[in-house]
C-alpha cells in the first residue's frame, strides 16, 4: 500500500505528535508499505529518507503551548506537488483542525483520507470560531481516529461526528531492552518534557522537591529536555540546587536507558493533554509511574491501578506520594509489574494493525463508491463506532 501521512508540526522539534508519526511510518516500513510523511522542517534539519520537507515552520500559541506550523501558499504548492507525486492509496492527516498542513492536505486531497485527532481542550473558542471554515475540508475525511476518548470528546463537542479510538504507540520491547546507566541509579527521580513549558509541570515538581528532600535526603532528580535551566532551579534553596542534574536533550536511546535507571518517573502534567504517551514510555521501561489526575493520564494509568496519581497542580500531595513510594520497594516492584503488562496493549503491534484495518477498510470503500455510494457510507458508520 501507497500511505502519504501529513504531521503538522515542525520535524526538528521534538512532540509527542511528531513520534507517533515517526514510530508509525518506520512501523508500516517495515511490514513492506510504502510510506512517505510530509512534515515542515528547516533546510539544515538532518530527515530520514521518507520525510519530505514542506519548508520552514512558524511558533504559532496553540492548545495552551506554542507549535511550530507551516501555512501559506507556498505550503500549499508543496502539499499539491507531494500529493501528485505520491500517487497515494490512502491519506493520514494528523490534526486536520490545526492551522498547518493537515488542514491545506484535506483541501488539496482526492481520494480515501484518514485522519487522527491528538488534541484534547474541551473549551476551544479557536475551534469553534473556525468550524465554518474547517467544515468542507473536514466532510472530505473518510474516517476519524482519536488517540484517547478525551480527544474523542473534543472533536464530537467542537466539530461535530465521531471517531474510533486507537491510542498513540510504543515499541514496548525497545524500551524493556534498553540497558541502565550506573551513574542515573539510586533513588532517582525522573522527569522528561521541555522545562519551559509550563503546562509540563516542572515548577510543580520544584515547588514538591524540598519536601522530598527532607524526608529522603539520599534523593535526586534527573531532568531530560530543553529549556532555561537556571530559571527551572532558581526557586529551590541554593543548598538543594545540587540535588538536580539537567541531562539537556537526549537521544531515544538514552531516553530509553533513563528511564530504565530510575526509581520513579513524575509526570505532573498541569494540562492540555489529550493521551501521555511519556507514561506509556516509562511503564514499557519498568519505571514506576508518579502522575497528576488529568483525565487522560488516569485512563493511560488504568485509572491508577498501573501508576500513582496525585492532585493535579498539588505540589504537596506530589510530595507525599513520591515520598511514599521512595520508601516503599514493595509497592515500587508491585507498579513495575502492572506497569509492565499494562503497557502491551500499547505496542505497536496492536496499535499498527488498528490503523491498517482503517486503511484497509477505506481504501476498499473507495474503490465501492464508483458502483455504491452506499458501501462507502456504510463503512465510515461503521468506523465512527466508539
Known amino acids: 500500500m501507497r500511505i502519504g501521512i501529513v504531521c503538522p508540526y515542525a520535524w526538528d522539534v521534538p512532540g509527542g505528535v511528531q513520534f507517533h508519526i515517526r514510530d508509525l511510518a518506520e512501523h508500516l516500513i517495515r511490514l513492506g508499505h510504502e510510506v512517505s510523511v510530509l512534515a515542515p522542517a ?35 504548492a508543496r502539499v499539491r506537488r507531494w500529493l501528485q507525486n505520491g500517487a497515494f492509496d490512502v491519506i493520514h492527516i494528523h490534526e486536520p483542525a490545526s492551522p498547518s498542513l493537515g488542514l491545506l492536505s484535506c483541501w488539496a486531497a482526492q481520494g480515501p483520507i484518514v485522519a487522527t485527532f491528538h488534541t484534547s481542550n474541551p473549551r476551544s473558542r479557536a475551534m469553534i470560531a473556525a468550524y465554518p471554515i474547517l467544515q468542507p475540508a473536514l466532510e472530505k475525511i473518510s474516517a476519524r481516529i482519536a488517540v484517547s476518548e478525551y480527544a474523542r470528546r473534543t472533536l464530537v463537542e467542537h466539530l461535530g461526528g465521531d471517531a474510533v479510538v486507537i491510542p498513540n504507540g510504543v515499541d514496548v520491547d ?6 541502565p546507566k550506573p551513574e ?11 522545562i519551559d513549558e509550563p503546562r509540563k509541570g516542572l515548577p ?37 540546587r545540587s540535588r538536580v542534574e539537567f541531562l539537556g536533550m537526549v537521544t531515544d536511546e538514552d531516553k530509553a536507558r533513563l528511564l530504565r535507571s530510575v526509581d520513579l518517573y513524575v509526570a505532573p502534567n498541569t494540562g492540555g493533554e489529550s493521551f501521555g504517551i511519556i507514561l506509556v514510555e516509562a ?9 497528576s489526575d488529568l483525565d487522560a493520564f488516569a485512563q493511560v494509568l488504568d485509572q491508577g491501578e498501573a501508576g500513582e496519581l496525585f492532585a493535579n497542580e ?10 511514599d513510594l521512595l520508601d516503599n520497594p514493595k509497592r515500587l516492584t508491585e507498579l513495575r509489574e502492572r506497569g509492565s503488562k499494562h503497557v502491551r496493549r500499547f505496542d505497536w503491534a496492536t496499535v499498527g494493525s488498528d490503523i491498517l484495518a ?19 457510507q456504510r463503512a465510515r458508520r461503521w468506523l465512527a463506532r466508539d
Open 42 to 76: 528547516d533546510d539544515e534539519t538532518p530527515l530520514p529518507p521518507y520525510v519530505v520537507s514542506a519548508g520552514r515552520a512558524v511558533p504559532v500559541p496553540y492548545n495552551g503551548s506554542v507549535a511550530r506550523l507551516n501555512f501559506g501558499f507556498l505550503s500549499a
Open 174 to 179: 525497545f524500551f524493556a531492552g534498553a540497558e
Open 184 to 194: 542515573w541509579q539510586g533513588r532517582t527521580i525522573g522527569f522528561i518534557g521541555r
Open 204 to 240: 510543580v515538581l520544584m515547588k514538591a522537591l524540598p519536601k522530598i528532600l527532607a524526608e529522603v535526603p539520599d534523593a535526586r532528580l534527573l531532568v531530560a529536555g530543553r529549556g532555561d535551566e537556571e530559571e527551572a532551579v532558581a526557586a529551590l534553596p541554593a543548598g538543594l
Open 283 to 291: 511503564m514499557s521501561a519498568g519505571a514506576p509511574v508518579l502522575a
Open 314 to 323: 498539588n505540589a504537596d500531595a506530589l510530595a507525599t506520594a513520591a515520598v
Open 358 to 376: 482503517v486503511y484497509e477498510t477505506v481504501t476498499a470503500g473507495a474503490a465501492s463508491v464508483a458502483t455504491d455510494e452506499r458501501v462507502g
